[in-house]
C-alpha cells in the first residue's frame, strides 16, 4: 500500500510539469545557481521539519517528506529551465531525467535513507550512551540513558534528513543545469 502510494505521488509529481513564471535570464547560471541553494535551504527545513515526530509518527511522515521535496525539485527545474530559455521543450521525460539522473534507484534511497535514518540513529546513540555510561559507573544510567535517547534522536534524525533533502536537491539542480548547458539538450530534446 505505501509502495501504490509512492508510485502515485511520483506520477502526479512527474505528469504534471509547472509553468513557470520566471523568463529567459542574460545569466542563466547565475541565477540557477541561486534558485538551487534556495530550494536546497527549503528542502532541508520540509525534510527537517517532517522528521521530528519520534516513533511510529515519524514513518507516517515519510510519503509527506518526500512529496514535498519531489514537489519543490519539480518546480525548481521548470524555473531553471525557464531561466535558460527552454521551458517550452519541458516534458516528461526530461522531468524525470533531471530528477532521478543522480540516482537510478533514487526512489528506494529516499526511502532506505529516511527509514533507516530513524532506526540506526536511535541504535546507535542507545549503544554508545550505554557505552559511555557504563564506564562512568554513573548509578542512575539506566534512567538517564532513555531520556538522553529520547532527546537526542530527533534532533539527530531532523540534522540528517535535512542534510540529505539539501544534498539530494543540489544533485538535482547540478542535473538541470548540466542538461540544459550542454549537448545533451540535442539528445533530449531541449
Known amino acids: 500500500m505505501v509502495t501504490q502510494k509512492l508510485v502515485k505521488a511520483l506520477y502526479d509529481i512527474i505528469s504534471e510539469i509547472p509553468v513557470s513564471k520566471r523568463e529567459k535570464e542574460s545569466d ?8 538551487i541553494e534556495k530550494s536546497a535551504i527549503k528542502a532541508a527545513f520540509i525534510s527537517a521539519g517532517l522528521s521530528l515526530p519520534p516513533g511510529p509518527a515519524g514513518y507516517l511522515t515519510l510519503l509527506p517528506d518526500l512529496s514535498g521535496i519531489w514537489k519543490l525539485q519539480r518546480n525548481m527545474v521548470a ?46 546513540i542507545a549503544s554508545i550512551s550505554e557505552h559511555i555510561l557504563r564506564r562512568i559507573g554513573v548509578h542512575f544510567a539506566r534512567k538517564t540513558s532513555s531520556r538522553f535517547i529520547n532527546r537526542t534522536i530527533p534532533i539527530l534524525g531532523t540534522f540528517g534528513a535535512g542534510a540529505y533533502a539539501y544534498y539530494d536537491t ?16 540535442e539528445v533530449y530534446g531541449v
Not at 516534458?91 to 535513507?113: T, W
Open 79 to 124: 524555473d531553471i529551465a525557464a531561466v535558460y530559455g527552454k521551458k517550452s521543450m519541458l516534458g516528461r521525460e526530461q522531468m524525470l531525467y533531471c530528477l532521478f539522473r543522480h540516482s537510478v534507484s533514487q526512489v528506494v534511497r529516499d526511502i532506505m535513507v529516511r527509514t533507516v535514518t530513524r532506526v540506526t540513529i536511535e541504535e546507535m
Open 28 to 35: 542563466a547560471d547565475a541565477k540557477s545557481r541561486n534558485l
Open 170 to 185: 543540489k544533485q538535482v539542480g547540478k542535473t538541470v543545469m548540466e542538461l540544459f548547458t550542454s549537448e545533451a539538450d
